[in-house]
């Protein structure tokens, strides 16, 4: 069990592909998607695991996470109980001094979608941003991987 302090932005280009030290594919899906905690399942490449997030703080930056490695097999039936439709991306790993961006391209009826996370040790704590950053959308739950899988990209008013 731990806190996750984390800060989400939209992304402007796809420079940090080139920065990119490692990419996964990931298929995920939401057993449970009440506002007060959210029950994932997801298969990443070769892994799979079961986590439970709680409701974020006022700020939208911290929350608790408890995550636990499962089998491909229990991943895969899982999935088949989720709630409405799976979120299909692929995560790219880029550095940040002493951090690690954690960006998302979008597939399927998220298609065009690129969002960056990064995890803080705190929430004050300060980080260089690249200029492939872009707007701010840390506690926007439009933007919540579980609030994607009930109203994806593809049906949002641009």
């Given at each position: 069990?731990?806190?996750?302090?984390?800060?989400?932005?939209?992304?402007?280009?796809?420079?940090?592909?080139?920065?990119?030290?490692?990419q996964?594919?990931?298929?995920?899906?939401?057993?449970?998607?009440?506002?007060?905690?959210?029950?994932?399942?997801r298969?990443?490449?070769?892994?799979?695991?079961?986590?439970?997030?709680?409701?974020?703080?006022?700020?939208?930056?911290?929350?608790?996470?408890?995550?636990k490695?499962?089998?491909?097999?229990?991943?895969?039936?899982?999935?088949?109980?989720?709630?409405?439709?799976?979120?299909?991306?692929?995560?790219?790993?880029?550095?940040?001094?002493?951090?690690?961006?954690?960006?998302?391209?979008?597939?399927?009826?998220?298609?065009?979608?690129?969002?960056?996370?990064?995890?803080?040790?705190?929430?004050n704590?300060?980080?260089?941003?690249?200029?492939?950053?872009?707007?701010?959308?840390?506690?926007?739950?439009?933007?919540?991987n579980?609030?994607?899988?009930k109203?994806?990209?593809?049906?949002?008013?641009?």
């Amino acid at each position: 069990m731990s806190l996750e302090i984390e800060r989400k932005f939209l992304v402007n280009n796809t420079e940090f592909k080139k920065l990119a030290y490692q990419q996964n594919t990931l298929k995920q899906g939401y057993l449970n998607t009440d506002k007060s905690r959210t029950v994932r399942v997801r298969i990443q490449d070769n892994k799979a695991y079961l986590t439970v997030k709680g409701k974020s703080n006022k700020s939208g930056t911290t929350r608790f996470e408890w995550e636990k490695e499962i089998t491909i097999s229990d991943a895969e039936n899982l999935l088949l109980l989720c709630e409405e439709s799976i979120i299909e991306k692929t995560r790219f790993l880029v550095k940040n001094d002493h951090l690690i961006f954690e960006v998302d391209e979008f597939y399927g009826d998220n298609n065009g979608l690129i969002i960056a996370e990064i995890e803080l040790n705190s929430e004050n704590e300060s980080f260089h941003k690249p200029n492939w950053l872009g707007k701010e959308v840390t506690g926007d739950s439009k933007y919540y991987n579980s609030n994607l899988s009930k109203n994806p990209f593809k049906n949002w008013a641009l």
